[in-house]
């Protein structure tokens, strides 16, 4: 069962993972955070989304914007001694910790993402595809969320809603553009071994085909 879905936004942030400090985006929302959209209109332990297309229907334009970010993160020790009894302080101090950093964003990104579910080992007797379809386009349609969805970033809300034309004009006709190596999502099999998974990403007329497209480790 697939589904068409609108989003767009005024800027968007999908960091490539060999910068370090500097955020940069992609060129374009990577599949993981398409299926990140998805899940949070709707999610369900009986599915599993899947992205099969996403349709580029603005100029990939870049800005650059400086962030305000806290250069340390939550101590997971000092959490445990604390449960332990001990003393250690669970906070972190922004006015201390504050940093600026550069980035290069996404100018208002704007796509179609066409994507399917699949029912998997935890669904039960009483799910079936055709509910969770009703459910899914009447939560698009009153614009429904779990959590807000956003591009890339928390700091970058996302527009979206359902998509109902058989057509998606994209901003590039008769034109082929590689992306080059992006990151398509994160291999959960082993979580003792949690390992990146790529593939080279070509937009073909605006649209990354993901049905054709081969997946690296």
């Not at 993160?73 to 922004?94: D, P, Q, R, W, Y």
């Not at 959960?188 to 480790?217: C, W």
Request: aromatic share 12%; glycine share 6%.
């Amino acid at each position: 069962m697939s589904v068409k879905i609108e989003v767009w936004g005024e800027y968007g942030l999908f960091t490539r993972p060999e910068m370090k400090v500097e955020r940069v985006t992609f060129d374009m929302i990577t599949p993981s955070a398409a299926r990140g959209i998805l899940e949070s209109v709707f999610w369900h332990p009986g599915l599993s989304w899947k992205i099969d297309k996403i349709y580029v229907l603005s100029p990939i334009e870049f800005t650059n914007i400086r962030r305000n970010e806290v250069k340390s993160k939550a101590s997971g020790s000092k959490a445990k001694a604390v449960m332990n009894g001990g003393k250690a302080e669970l906070f972190i101090n922004t006015r201390d910790d504050i940093q600026q950093r550069a980035a290069v964003v996404l100018r208002k990104p704007h796509y179609v993402i066409k994507a399917h579910f699949d029912l998997n080992e935890n669904a039960n007797s009483s799910d079936n595809a055709g509910k969770f379809q009703d459910i899914i386009k009447r939560r698009l349609k009153k614009g429904q969320c779990y959590h807000n969805p956003y591009l890339g970033c928390r700091e970058f809300p996302a527009k979206f809603r359902l998509y109902e034309f058989e057509t998606v004009p994209t901003a590039y006709a008769n034109v082929e553009k590689d992306l080059g190596y992006m990151l398509y999502d994160m291999d959960y099999r082993d979580l003792n071994d949690i390992k990146p998974m790529f593939f080279r990403a070509v937009l073909k007329n605006g649209v990354l085909d993901l049905t054709q497209s081969e997946v690296h480790k």
